[in-house]
Nanobody, 124 residues
Framework: QVRLVETGGGLVQAGGSLRLSCAAS????????MGWFRQAPGKEREFVSAGTWSGPTTYYADSVKGRFTLSRDNAKNTVYLQMNILKPEDTAVYYCAVTWDYTNFRSKDTYDYWGQGTQVTVAS
């Protein structure tokens, strides 16, 4: 069992920044993939970013590449999503999730555990 708790959401003006945190506890995370997804009202949950817990490689959706950065602090069992140059279209509930399946980490159906989500609202 894995428990994920996201924090850091809020209201920000377009062009601003936020940093989301995802604190994980429970099952060993050393071989997992940590993913970030978002869901806007009336839309499907979509992939934002992912990275392995123990390696340097990170992946991003084209819509956030160059603006968002995934990082982690292994000692704190926490993954971060630094979001810069935010746009109104980034407005959504952001979720972190965990999977041990490396083959299709861009798909929400791959993930085994999810956090409760944190709201990000970008005002124009």
């Amino acid at each position: 069992q894995v428990r994920l708790v996201e924090t850091g959401g809020g209201l920000v003006q377009a062009g601003g920044s936020l940093r989301l945190s995802c604190a994980a506890s429970g099952r060993t995370l050393s071989m997992c993939v940590m993913g970030w997804f978002r869901q806007a009202p009336g839309k499907e949950r979509e992939f934002v970013s992912a990275g392995t817990w123990s390696g340097p490689t990170t992946y991003y959706a084209d819509s956030v590449k160059g603006r968002f950065t995934l990082s982690r602090d292994n000692a704190k069992n926490t993954v971060y999503l630094q979001m810069n140059i935010l746009k109104p279209e980034d407005t959504a509930v952001y979720y972190c999730a965990v999977t041990w399946d490396y083959t299709n980490f861009r798909s929400k159906d791959t993930y085994d555990y999810w956090g409760q989500g944190t709201q990000v609202t970008v005002a124009s």
